[in-house]
Nanobody
Framework: DVQLQASGGGLVRTGGSLRLSCTVS????????VGWFRQVPGKEREAVSC????????YYTASVKGRFTISTDNAKSVVYLQMKSLKPEDTAVYYC?????????????????????WGRGTLVTVSS
């Protein structure tokens, strides 16, 4: 079974940094897209960033470009989301997700993606 285990959330002040980690296991093929979504209560879940595990193409939604960096350690099957210059509007539950075939795409600079596999969320709170 595919499993995604996220960690690294917490409380940080505006302007601070956090790094989220997600350990991926269970894919029979090493070629998949893995990334992060976030959700605020009462709002739809939004794609934040994702990366292709083989060619390492990266994707970011407009609101996090230049502040967040996604990367992978394929040897450990871990994907990281380094978040810098955090803002209160980044406060959300962040979810790790992956899919072997669904490709992300942009629509007016916002990232869209429909992965099938999800991990549990980790809460990120940015205080003002």
């Amino acid at each position: 079974d595919v499993q995604l285990q996220a960690s690294g959330g917490g409380l940080v002040r505006t302007g601070g940094s956090l790094r989220l980690s997600c350990t991926v296991s269970g894919f029979t093929d090493d070629d998949y897209a893995v990334g992060w979504f976030r959700q605020v209560p009462g709002k739809e879940r939004e794609a934040v960033s994702c990366i292709d595990s083989i060619d390492r193409s990266t994707y970011y939604t407009a609101s996090v470009k230049g502040r967040f960096t996604i990367s992978t350690d394929n040897a450990k099957s871990v994907v990281y989301l380094q978040m810098k210059s955090l803002k209160p509007e980044d406060t959300a539950v962040y979810y790790c997700a992956a899919d072997p075939s669904q490709q992300p795409f942009y629509s007016t600079d916002d990232l869209y993606w429909l992965p099938d596999y999800w991990g549990r969320g980790t809460l990120v709170t940015v205080s003002s």
